[in-house]
């Protein structure tokens, strides 16, 4: 498209912003069709810019064929960007899509609670997966961060005494609840 060609122009002559406006009218001249967004956001990664490839990827996540596709490339571009709050938006959007997958449930209740948006409904979630496996220990540290993001402290440290992990196979995300 025309106006990731100027984008690239304008990155070679070093004008970042004119560089931005020229993704966000590629943006615009995509539209809602799936292949131009996906062009798009392809560019963007090309030309290393973040921003202008997730707004491609939160477009094209509004097309359940491409919802999972679009959601794992914006959870690693944000992943690289350190942005939590992008990160939660679209693991919050995959979780509405996938309602019954233990781990998009267990990640959105995560960066839920990182956020300080827990709520009963990601709790109930959370009691959800661990009916089905008790001994989820993932499942059991993030409805732990719940509990106690829901001033629930008491449950909160129940929970956590329940676990007994091996600290040195503990994932530093685990580690630090």
Not at 22 to 40: I, M, Q, S, Y
Not at 82 to 87: G, P, S, V
Not at 114 to 128: F, G, Q
Request: charged content about 20%; hydrophobic content about 50%; glycine content about 6%.
């Amino acid at each position: 498209m025309l106006h990731c060609l100027r984008a690239y122009a304008a990155q070679r002559e070093n004008k970042p912003q004119l560089m931005s406006g020229h993704f966000e009218n590629a943006l615009a001249a995509a539209g809602n069709v799936p292949a131009r967004l996906r062009f798009v956001a392809g560019y963007a990664e090309r030309l290393e810019q973040p921003a202008a490839a997730i707004s491609a990827y939160k477009r094209l996540m509004n097309w359940p064929p491409a919802t999972i596709e679009a959601a794992q490339s914006i959870m690693r571009l944000a992943t690289a960007l350190n942005d939590t709050r992008t990160l939660r938006e679209s693991v919050s959007q995959l979780a509405s899509y996938l309602p019954g997958d233990r781990g998009v449930a267990v990640l959105n209740a995560y960066l839920a609670a990182l956020m300080n948006e827990a709520n009963p409904r990601i709790k109930a979630d959370l009691l959800h997966v661990l009916e089905d496996n008790g001994k989820d220990p993932d499942a059991a540290l993030a409805l732990a961060l719940v509990e106690y993001r829901l001033g629930e402290n008491a449950a909160a440290l129940n929970r956590i005494e329940g676990i007994v992990p091996g600290w040195l196979q503990v994932a530093p995300n685990r580690a630090a609840i």
